[in-house]
């Protein structure tokens, strides 16, 4: 299947909650230094959960469409549930076959938000290890 | 008398492929003629040996390999005395060497380095490694925008007689611009400033004469010009080499050692330590050899010409904006564009599938494309084995991928 698939293009040029966020419980940024992708993630947490979430950044069509798709899934999601998604939980929603050089563009979306809500817990950053790996 | 792409591409393993690469990234590792990979299989099948001291043949024959790979580098840049070429693992090892040794004991706090915009990584960061140990501070010659340096950058950094050294690129290994070396060194020497080149891409677009030049260093890795991974040269004058302190410590680098004290050998020996990259340095000769048979004049015809057809092709696809002078009269090795709406990854991972090899990103020179206002760029390199055909396909895949990308 090709990695540049429509609907990928599509969430590339049409991105789900992308904008600026006035008052976030915490906002985040993470980027690949390999590259210039860089997305920063504004989460607004009510209850637990996550009641809102925009995010800025620029960057390659599999690291923006991946955060797009990421985000439409976030609203409403318990932030421990959030806070334990997988790589898989990504790569399931691009649908393609992501391969080892393209593995950073669709996880920064996932990094971003681990350390985002580690960082709203006081906690240190993870390492991309972490990241891929669990 | 041109160059003849045929037989130059028959003597290389992968473009004997049936379908081979259409490689248009020699700026990060040229390909490697089969005698290359031949000297080095035949050291490892029949003469593996370590270096000195073995009071057996094999022995003899890996020394005198290891020392006939520096006189082949010596030879190539033009240096005087083979004692001169010190073998380390990269021109990034070289130029770490120089800082951590030569650095060290040479520069004070409040001493300055002048580098140029247009440098890689790894000629930054070795001096701002120093600037946070050691207190020294960097001075920057910017440029035009059309790539070429700012002279007057350089007289103003050298006035406070604080320089000790002028660090520059001979070839930018994004835009392909080649800084006025002559013009730098003179104006360093005058300002009682050592200079240093490094020719990680200079060294595989036009010859080099250290002598000529009349550099105090000069650094370059052997995988750029044909050769293995694992090995570089540093060239220094013999008495800096002299009085700079050892690098890493160990085997191969010392006259003596007692329970209290050592003392090192003589360069470039003192430099270094454990066992050397003795097949590489092989495959460095070899690779040099089957380099130095093409005439300068025919490689570098061939290498314009290519670039010039490239730049033309380029200039046709709508949105794409070359970085530099967008002319092979101004440029060597490589030319490097932007595509507006289009990331660098994107679009090289589609030439990719379409076996089209270019690199994207920042290249390691982050200031460089600071400077430019952009994050990455997508770069495409020439070597003496491209075709114009080569450049074709590739014009023709970028437009495609456009197409795919911004429908």
């Known amino acids: ?134 | 008398m041109p160059l003849d792409t045929t037989a130059i591409r028959r003597q290389f393993p992968i473009f004997r492929e049936e379908h081979p690469p259409i490689y248009l990234d020699s700026a990060a590792m040229g390909q490697k003629p089969a005698n290359v990979i031949d000297a080095m299989d035949t050291y490892y099948q029949l003469a593996a040996s370590n270096v000195h001291r073995g009071m057996y043949a094999l022995a003899d024959e890996a020394t005198n390999h290891y020392e006939a790979g520096r006189e082949a580098a010596r030879a190539f840049i033009a240096a005087r005395h083979r004692d001169e070429i010190v073998f380390t693992k990269g021109a990034t090892e070289s130029i770490n060497l120089v800082a951590k040794t030569w650095g060290k004991v040479n520069l004070r706090k409040g001493d300055a380095v002048v580098l140029s915009i247009l440098e890689h990584h790894s000629n930054i960061v070795p001096w701002l490694q120093l600037k946070e140990d050691i207190g020294i501070s960097l001075r920057w010659i910017d440029m035009e925008d059309d790539g070429s340096l700012r002279m007057g950058d350089l007289d103003v950094a050298l006035q406070d007689g604080k320089v000790k050294l002028v660090s520059v690129t001979g070839l930018s290994n994004v835009l392909g611009t080649l800084p006025s070396l002559s013009q730098i060194i003179e104006r360093a020497r005058q300002a009682n400033a050592l200079t240093l080149v490094d020719a990680s891409q200079l060294i595989a677009h036009r010859p080099i004469d250290v002598i000529k030049l009349d550099c105090d260093f000069l650094a370059f890795s052997g995988h750029k010009l044909f050769g293995p991974t694992g090995i570089g040269v540093l060239y220094a004058r013999s008495p800096l080499l002299s009085k700079m302190p050892p690098f890493l410590g160990g085997g191969g680098m010392v006259q003596r050692v007692t329970r209290e004290e050592f003392r090192p050998a003589d360069p470039p020996a003192k430099f270094e330590a454990g066992t050397p990259p003795i097949a590489e340095a092989i495959g460095l000769k070899a690779a040099i050899e089957w380099f130095t048979q093409h005439p300068w004049k025919g490689i570098e015809a061939h290498e314009h010409a290519l670039l010039a057809h490239a730049i033309e092709k380029l200039k046709q696809i709508s949105g794409l904006n070359i970085l530099g002078p967008a002319s092979a009269d101004k440029i060597a090795g490589c030319v490097s564009f932007t595509i507006e709406g289009v990331h660098p990854h994107d679009l090289t991972d589609i030439l990719g599938q379409a076996g089209i090899c270019l690199r994207a990103g920042h290249h390691c020179a982050q200031p460089l494309h600071e400077r430019l206002g952009i994050g990455a760029s997508t770069r495409l390199s020439v070597s003496l084995y491209n075709t114009p055909e080569e450049i074709d396909r590739c014009a023709e895949e970028i437009r495609c991928a456009i197409a795919k990308l911004k429908k």
């Open chain 1, 1 to 134: 299947m090709d990695l540049y698939a429509e609907s990928i293009l599509d969430h590339a040029h049409h991105p789900f909650c992308k904008g600026p966020m006035k008052h976030p419980t915490v906002s985040h940024e993470e980027s690949n230094a390999s590259c210039g992708d860089s997305l920063e993630l504004r989460l607004l947490i009510k209850g637990k959960r996550m009641h809102d979430i925009r995010w800025e950044g620029e960057g390659c069509a599999v690291s923006q469409a991946a955060m797009s798709m990421l985000a439409g899934h976030l609203k409403g999601m318990t932030v421990e549930k959030a806070a334990h998604l997988p790589p898989r939980f990504v790569f399931d929603l691009l649908k393609v076959p992501i391969g080892p050089r393209r593995t950073k563009c669709a996880l920064l979306c996932l990094h971003a938000l681990k350390n985002a809500l580690r960082k709203l817990d006081g906690e240190p950053a993870q390492s991309w290890t972490e990241t891929i790996g669990n």
